[in-house]
């Protein structure tokens, strides 16, 4: 079974600034790793997601993640924020093989940009 | 394609009626999710089907809820007699397998109050 852990469930921060949002996860088997992010009032949308290769992945809007095996994490990061990217981000997680690739979701963080 | 379409967007209800929620998946797609999303427990998997047929519903609460896939092109989330404590975001996916992994794409959801 896999289990995912966002540290922290709010993160305001001022536009313009850089901003990390923390993910780690749990499993006894490789997994691919996503995030997702949910505006108000509006269902979830891929941002960006790790399958093999490069650890540092980019995504959309700016944002970027970097997969740290050792760590077990998948922080994902934009350097500088916007009003607009005020949202409920998601980490996830599945395994390889079977399921359709059922998805394993952290709790969220709140990201919250300031004027 | 118009994405995944759910209805009704808002559902307001009083306990112990019977609540019907609505999916129509992206045409072609294979795997249909559903999900609930609370303050409280965050983001949870109902129940998944491939291909029309169950195959996970571990994650429905209890006998009051029940789901069903009569096509490709339709579900639905049943839920007799709801009670106060079923109000939440109801959520339905669909996914199709890209060049390596399948890649989730949410509704719009249903916001369920059951006073």
């Known amino acids: 079974a896999q289990s995912v852990t966002q540290l922290d469930s709010q993160v305001p921060v001022f536009e313009e600034a850089p901003v990390e949002l923390r993910c780690n996860y749990s499993s006894s088997v490789s997994v691919y790793l996503f995030w997702y992010v949910q505006y108000p009032n509006q269902g979830l949308q891929l941002l960006l997601k790790?399958?093999?290769?490069?650890?540092l992945v980019k995504g959309i809007n700016g944002f970027e993640a970097e997969f740290n095996k050792s760590q077990t994490s998948f922080h994902l990061r934009k350097p500088s924020v916007h009003i607009s990217d005020t949202a409920e981000y998601f980490c996830a997680v599945t395994p390889p093989a079977g399921g359709g690739n059922k998805l394993t979701f952290g709790t969220g963080t709140q990201l919250k940009v300031e004027l | 394609d118009a994405g995944v379409i759910q209805s009704p967007r808002h559902e307001v209800t009083e306990m112990g009626q019977e609540v019907t929620l609505r999916c129509k998946p992206i045409s072609g797609h294979d795997y249909l999710f559903w999900y609930r999303q609370t303050m409280m427990r965050g983001l949870e998997l109902l129940i998944y089907f491939n291909n029309n047929v169950p195959i996970d519903d571990s994650g429905m609460p209890e006998d009051r809820f029940s789901a069903k896939m009569p096509n490709a092109s339709f579900s639905t989330l049943k839920i007799q007699p709801s009670e106060p404590r079923d109000s939440a975001v109801y959520f339905c996916a669909s996914s199709l397998k890209g060049l390596v992994v399948y890649e989730q794409y949410f509704g719009p959801g249903t916001r369920l109050t059951v006073t």
């Open positions: 790790y399958l093999s290769g490069s650890t």
